[in-house]
């Protein structure tokens, strides 16, 4: 991470976990632990805890965020959420594009693109996932799968909306399994991310651009990921469900 040039901040992506009273439980539990963050601290909870959450995260450093929203403002889509329906909340982030919906969810780079351009037209602060499957790294062409997700997913995003965006690397083949990249891995992705950035808009925007890693990041190897440079904060899934150790990545990324 790159303190002087942009942002550090670490998102507890919490998936379809806890009820609202698990929810509860667990923001006040993290809450004195990451009550002296060196960076940014963020949960993205399922819609179910949103209002629970933002009650409980009040007057301290927790912002939250949702794991998702629509892009179209109202209407006849069954099981939708729309982005002005979580910024009328008071929710502050939303994840868009996370692999999880594109495999399992049929979402597609235009798909993406649209969710993110209304997430920040609405005024949501977007963590925009891109990432390889294991099959595209075997192949050889990790980078320019990144690359194009990062450019389709951008389309239409002004210099101005990209102070708003943050980006998560996140290799499919790492999320849930254990199996992390390396932090040499993660620096050469997020790095290339950075410079296809850098080419759509300008090097002083790239440089400004917080690029997470996420993928079984955990208390134990959270340290060395964010110790390279282009690493700058994680997106957190199954370590974020447990107070102490996402204190531990918080901590981590607050040295
Ligand atoms: P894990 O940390 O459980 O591998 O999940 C990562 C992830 O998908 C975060 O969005």
Redesign the pocket.
């Known amino acids: 991470m790159n303190r002087e040039l942009r942002k550090v901040v670490i998102a507890g ?1 919490w ?1 379809m976990n806890k009820n609202r009273a698990e929810a509860k439980e667990l923001v006040n539990a993290m809450k004195d632990k990451v009550a002296n963050a060196k960076c940014d601290v963020v949960v993205c909870v399922p819609f179910t805890d949103l209002e629970t959450v933002l009650s409980a995260a009040q007057g301290s450093n927790i912002k939250v965020g949702a794991q998702n929203c629509h892009f179209e403002k109202s209407g006849a889509f069954t099981g939708e959420i729309s982005a002005d329906m979580l910024t009328e909340m008071g929710v502050e982030y939303v ?1 868009i594009g ?3 919906r594109r495999q399992y969810f049929g979402e597609t780079d235009e798909t993406v693109n649209k969710r993110v351009l209304a997430a920040l037209a609405a005024g949501l602060k977007v963590i925009l ?1 891109v990432g390889e499957m294991l099959a595209d790294r075997e192949n050889g062409i990790t980078a320019e799968l990144v690359a194009l997700q990062t450019k389709i997913a951008l389309r239409g995003v002004t210099a101005e909306q990209l102070k708003n965006v943050i980006i ?1 690397y ?1 290799p499919v083949w ?4 254990g199996k992390t990249a390396t932090a040499q891995q993660a620096n050469e992705v997020n790095a290339l991310i950075r410079a296809t950035v850098a080419q759509l808009y300008c090097q002083d925007c790239a440089d400004a651009l917080t690029i997470q890693y ?5 208390a134990k190897n959270a340290a060395e990921l964010l110790a390279q440079p282009d690493v700058d904060g994680g ?6 469900l447990k107070a102490d150790d996402f204190a531990v990545i918080v901590d981590a990324a607050s040295k």
């Open positions: 992506n998936k994840v996370h692999s999880e996932c998560a996140e790492a999320i849930g399994t996420g993928g079984s990041m955990n997106l957190i899934g199954g370590a974020s």
